[in-house]
């Protein structure tokens, strides 16, 4: 992967190195900036920015093993600074309250038919789902667990990466994980309610 | 996974202990032994939240396959000339 081809070619001139980095992680930027902006033309300058800023900031970066998550926090910062400042603020306070409680809460909200279909799933129905769907459900995440998820679940950063690319402490990645997948089934969860997938699986056990 | 905390057994750690270490666990980041016997044990006596360990692996599978994006061309071009001037 790129952390073991940069301990490779830990000499490289920053120049080189730099532009192998970005090349190499183009996807990952443009498909992390899409869900966040999610919009393409925003997507594409979200990531031209971040590859500016991040050239004139690469003294800042002190170990090339840790291009990715520093290329994805500047990333992150562009997204803040240029689309989403007026809502993460509000998100990242509410994030202090007893999560906890919170997620039990969440839980406790679930209709019964859903734990019932949790407990009896439906295996085809993730199969079968759109990708349309899926990504739907995930831009309607709040933006702090969306970008999380992303980071995670998507482009596959451990926490501490992800963590590093957002900011925040590792802690906070377990709770957004825990939290935002919760609100992620939840929402999956309406949308197959309302295509009528859980009432035909019902209908199929009696 | 139910909202009545089930636990099975005085050592189990319930669903809410379950809940826990949930992600943690399905992401390979529960790194403490004895975190990871209780979450296993807790899964072996569940299957409420078997299933959904189930449902959340093929979620998380789908969420790679889906998720990702190409870049488009002409951001690749775009890029590349913002590195020509670097």
């Not at chain 1, 930027?29 to 990531?47: H, K, N």
């Not at chain 2, 078997?50 to 190409?70: Q, W, Y």
Request: aromatic content about 8%; hydrophobic content about 40%; proline content about 3%.
């Amino acid at each position: 992967m790129l952390a073991a081809a940069i301990v490779m070619t830990d000499h490289e001139d920053p120049k080189t190195f730099f532009s192998r980095g970005i090349e190499e992680n183009m996807d990952a930027l443009y498909g992390t900036a899409l869900r966040l902006a999610r919009s393409g033309a925003d997507a594409e300058d979200l990531v031209a920015e971040a590859v500016s800023r991040a050239w004139s900031a690469i003294e800042t970066l002190q170990d090339r093993q840790r291009f990715r998550p520093w290329l994805f926090r500047i990333l992150h910062n562009c997204f803040i600074s240029n689309y989403r400042r007026e809502v993460v603020r509000p998100t990242e306070e509410a994030l202090g309250a007893d999560e906890d409680e919170e997620l039990a809460a969440l839980l406790n909200e679930q209709p019964d038919e859903f734990l019932v279909w949790w407990a009896n799933p439906e295996r085809e129905f993730f199969n079968d789902m759109l990708g349309s769907a899926i990504t739907a459900a995930i831009d309607d995440l709040p933006d702090a667990f969306r970008a999380t998820i992303v980071l995670v679940n998507v482009e596959g950063l451990t926490y501490d990466e992800a963590a590093e690319a957002l900011g925040v402490p590792s802690g906070t990645i377990r709770s957004r994980m825990k939290r935002g997948r919760t609100l992620l089934q939840k929402a999956l969860w309406r949308q197959a309610r309302d295509a009528g997938i859980t009432a035909r699986t019902d209908t199929q056990r009696q | 996974m139910n909202s009545d905390k089930k636990s099975h057994g005085k050592d189990d750690i319930g669903c809410l202990g379950a809940i826990e270490a949930f992600y943690a666990y399905l992401d390979g980041e529960l790194s403490e032994p004895q975190a990871i016997e209780d979450f296993e044990h807790h899964m072996s006596h569940c299957r409420s939240c078997f299933s959904r360990a189930e449902v959340e692996r093929l979620l998380n599978r789908r969420m790679r396959e889906t998720g990702t994006a190409k870049a488009p061309d002409e951001l690749k071009d775009r890029v590349r000339r913002l590195l020509d001037e670097f």
